[in-house]
Every structure is written in structure tokens, then in C-alpha cells.
């Protein structure tokens, strides 16, 4: 007792301004970071649905997780998401940035336009797409019946609705990640090309032997950040399909939503939230171990 | 100066601590303090407000305060918060009983027939058969039905009269025939695009409060999902209901999509729609040149007797958390006699649960004036409400997946999405036991 106190003292002591500065962040993070997280790992072991008192189940919660096949779903869902968004995010927001890389007019005013959708609430957005999709009424189906294909059930076919869902968060998100890119590519020394050029390297040598390469520390990131932001899918399904048809866009996040807070089972949602955030450590784990290998190898 | 520039700003500090005037009233001694809280919609509010106000002016020793439900994403939500919170109300007059089995089973409400005159007040209002259905498992009563609005089918008649139906269907059979009929006119005519109906395809849970669930009602004669708190709904009823809403999607009767623009019925790009009294007012404000109908939900071919539905009940109910249950009650009698109905069906448009609504003298001239009102007033002594069970969201979310699986989509039978949603209803039972 008589060593913390002397601890305290000496701390007081010595960084008694360092640790004002930093004590509101550390009663936010004790408050809305340290203390729900606590909380949630009590939860896990108990059925609670706010109004009565918490009842102590043991690991029933996560008995029922691993019998529940929604879950399992949404798991899969998540993870088709992912595999059809980060690919066509990537591939999107290089295309655009090498262009706006390269000396075109109104450059500046182009950058600023694909930012735009990052900046625009994103329940906004997926009420406007909705619309887009309309199967019967929307703009997509207008034009391509127009020009005589047949009407694309966007969002009212289980095959559809997470291309779907896809397509529009790779629109939304596509500006940050040029944003990311067009960073990147300014790192890039301008010597490596003039060099590659004086050795007759064609451009599209150029491109993947340089461009590439240089760039795989902003791909990790984007890779890293892409998969952690499609991991948590949420408002798209909420707003738009409500997790259907047939299941087919139900994201983990919309299901522990609706575990937590349509059915107020607390303590199962926690532990779904538990197990959640283990898979996506996992993922990005491995994310890093493979693209950072494939770095070191390049 | 700067001594009495603090001592000056101290005082002011302190009296604005001090207790109000407001607040020294409020702690006059003999007078009773109630909160009340209605729903946040303007006409309920309107309401509430000039029943307080009456009753403040006549009972000064209750002085009751009328506080709409705080601004939250449902009623329910609030309620569960406040409850959490040990922050209720004394009296709330927007319960929904599918919230019911959480709000007892945490001992949120006070029972109303522990109260001696319980029995008299409420044989007066509500029929005996209908009280039944709003006891609680522990056989007492912790709400008060005080009004429904039972869903029912509002037609186009300029629709359906030009296509040579002068009556609403009243069967599946009828209902579909209509339906094909103009699926066969937006084939020939692709700029002619109106549907029998459209409902929102989502497998959202409290959408089926609008198709499945009042349908079910209606073909199973008032049977609701549950029966003594097991699953009751595996049996042909719910198949045909289930075959009939396939059948409606197959055959494009409905359109397989939904929409967030503006209701198609007011565009006249719907025949019929399913709704509940608080439609009328909107078609009459946004649509008045529309000439619509009202009548109950279309039944299987072979049905016979009288046409129930689902009754989206709002109560009342006094949470334990008051310190004057005697006072609460007295206002809960103030708020259902005949007069304060009329008002709410007079202001608020809604239908008051009464057994003598199309009896009593009292409402003659209402429903002269509003015919609409009558049918939705006609429907309400045949209406259910949901079952009090545990997690009833998730078993209709469960329901509603079934569904969209086997109406919407049609990927199962009927038989084969009525055993599945029944067996996760029992899974969801058993999980949460």
C-alpha cells in the first residue's frame, strides 16, 4: 500500500502535466471504451434484456451460437461481401487514381467529385440507391429495358442483393481509397520510371513492376482497412433489403443488431459481438501475414 | 468590488438553485402528483392534453401532468429504458401487448384488478371475451385495452368498378381473379401499371402485422399464432394463408419489390390495400379525389362465420414504480368513460375499445359523419391482438423469414415454411428458457 502510494507521489511528481494532458482521453476511454467492453465480457455469460435482472447462463449464450445457423449465415454473407468488395474497391479506386495521377484537365475538380459520396451520409446514399434499384420503377431497369436488356432484380433476388450492396458501398467508399492511392503514387520516385524508360520498359511493364510494387504498402492498407469496414456491413441491409431475400444480405453486424436491440437478448448479441471481432482478428491477421510477406519477397 | 461582485454572483447562484414557484407548489401537502404519458402523435397529444386539463380543473387533490413518450425509435424502446431507468411514468397510454411479458415479468406494471371496482368498470366497456385475451400468464390483468385498429382491406372503387366489380372481393379466389386480371392488362399495356396490392417484401418482423398475421387471424375464425404459450399455428390455415400470399406474388398480383416513395395507393397505382383507421385521414388529405371503400380481409373459399382480424391494440397501463396507484386508477376510469372515448375518437380518430361503440346513442353522429369510421368500429369487437410470449419479435422475425421464403419467393411449400417457422418459434422458446 505504502509503494502505490509512494508510486503515485512520485508519479504526481515528475509528469504531473503529462498526465493532465492525457487524462480526458483516458476517462473517454475508460468510459466509452474500457467499461462497455468489461461489461460486454460479463454480459456473454448472462441472459439480460435490459428490464430484468441479469441472470447468470454460464456459456449458453455460446452454445446457441454455435447451434444457430443464422449466425453461421451471416458469417458467409459477410465473407462474400467482403470477396466481391474489396477486389472491385481496389481495381476501381487504382483505375481512377492513375488517371487523376497523370496531367488531365480539371484534375482537381474530378478529385473532389469522387470524394464527394465518402462525405455524404451514408443512410442518405442507400435510400437514393434503393430507389436506383427500384425493380419496377427504378433508373437502372429504365435504362437497361431502354436499351432492350431485361430488368435486373437488384435487390429482390437472393443472387443479386449483395452484388448489389456491393457495387453501391464501392461507390460510397471508392473516394477515400483514390484519395489513399493518389498518396501513394506521389511517393512513387519519379527516377524508377525516367530509368525504366531509358531501358525501353513499355508502360504497362512499368505499371506492374513499379507501380505496383512501390504501391504495396498503401494496397495493405487499403486491403486492412477495406476488410475492416466491410466487416462492419450494417446500414446497407438495415435500409435497403432488411437482411433479405432469403437471408441473403444478412451481415453479422445486422444480426447482432437485431439480436441486441429488436429482440433484447443482450447477453447472446454480446457474445456474437465477442466472437465477431475474434473473426475479424483473425482475418486481418492473416491479411497481414500474406501481403506483408508478398512484400518483403518483392 | 470584487468581493461584492462574488458575493452578488453567490446569492444569484444560490436562489437559482433554490426551489421555483412551480416547485414549491408541487410540493403542496394533500395534493397527489401524476405523470402521464401519451403517444407523441399530434392528434394524441391534442387529446391528452384537454383530458388533463379537465381533470386538473376538477380534481384539484390529483394533479396529473401530461408528458408525450419521450422521442425514442419505438414506444417499447422508451418504455424498456425508462423502466431500466426507474424512470416510468405513473400511467402510459401507448402499450403495445406484444411488450407486455418483459414489462411484468420484470414487475414493471401494477395489476389492475387487485383494484375492487376493477370488474365493474371494465364490464361496462370491454366484452368479457375480449378482456380474456389481455390476461397475463399469472392470471392477472396489467392493462386496459383501450383502443384498436383492426386492418382491414381499403379498395379503390373507380379500379375495381372499371374493371366491372361493383363489390369488394371477399375471398381468396375473388381476390386473385381481380388480381390476374390486371397482371393481364400491364402485360398488354406496358405503360398501365397499377397492382391488386403491394406489401413490403423485407423480411422486417412487424410487417407481417399488415399481410400474414391479420390474414391468419381472419382464416383461422380469431385463433391467434399461440395457444396457451405453444406454437398453434401448424395446421391448414396457415398453409392457405401462406399459399395464398405465394399465389398473390406468383401470379403478380403483388409486385415482388417495395418501395420508399409515396404510398401507391394515393398514386391510385393500387387496388387495395391493407391498413388499419389512420389511413382514411391520409387519403382524404393527400388524396381526397379518390373514392376508396372499406371492407373486411379476404377469407378462404370455404370460410363461414364472422371476418376476425389483427387489432393493433395501444393500452393502458399504471407501472409499479408510482407512488399513488390509487390516484392512477381513478385517472385510468377518467380516461375510458364514454365521454373521453368519444373524444378519442372524435379528435384522434381512433377506435375506442367498446362493447356498446355501435349501441350507445353517444357515437351515432360520429359514425353519421364518418360512414369509414363505422366499418373500422363494426370490425373492432372482432379483432386479436398479439399474443403475450417471450420473444414474440423474434418468432415473428422467424415467421417472416418463413414467409418470404415460401410467398415471396416461393422456394418452399407452404407446409414446408409453416413446420420451419414453428420449429424455430419452439428453438427460440427453448433458448431463452
Redesign the interface.
Known sequence: MKSVHTLISRIRESEKNGYAFILPYIIFFCLFIAYPLIFSFILVFH?W????PMEWIGLRNFI?LFQDPLFARAIINTLIFLVLHIPLQIVIALFFALLLNSAIKLRGLFRSVYFFPVVVSGVVVT?LW??LY????GLFNHILTALGFSAI?WL?D?AFAMPSIAIMATWKNVGLYIVLFLVGLQTIPSYLYEAAEIDGASKNYQFFKITLPMLNPTIVVIFILSTIGGFSLFIEPYIM???????STLSAMLYIY?QA?????MGYAAALGFVFALIILFVVTLQRRIMETEDYST | MKQHILIITSVLLLLSCGPSSHDIEHEKPGVTRLTYWPAPNPQEMQLADSLVRVWNQNNPNIQVRMQPIPVGQSTEEVLLASIAAGTTPDICSNIWPGALYDYTRAGGLVAFDKFSDFDSVMTSRVPDELLETFRSPDGSIYQIPWKTNPVMMIYNKRILGELGYEEPPRTYSEFLKIGRELAGLREKNKSFDVWMGQRDIRPIWWQRFFDYLPFYIAASGGKTLFDNHTVAFVNERAEAVMAFFRDCYRDKVFPRTFSHQQDPFLLEKMATNFAGPWQIPTIQRYAPHIEFGVAPLPVPDNYEGPIYTYGDFKNISIFSNTRHPEAAWEFVKFLVTPEHDFALLEIANQIPVRGDLLTNPMFDDFFKRKPHMLLFAEQALYTRSVDEVADLKEILDALSQEYEAAAVYGRRSPAEAIHRAARRAELIIEWNK
Open positions: 441472459r434484456n435490459i428490464v430484468t446457441r435510400i434503393a430507389q427500384n425493380y419496377e420503377n432484380p429482390v437472393p433489403t432488411g437482411g433479405g431475400p432469403m437471408n437485431n436491440f429488436s429482440f433484447n437478448h
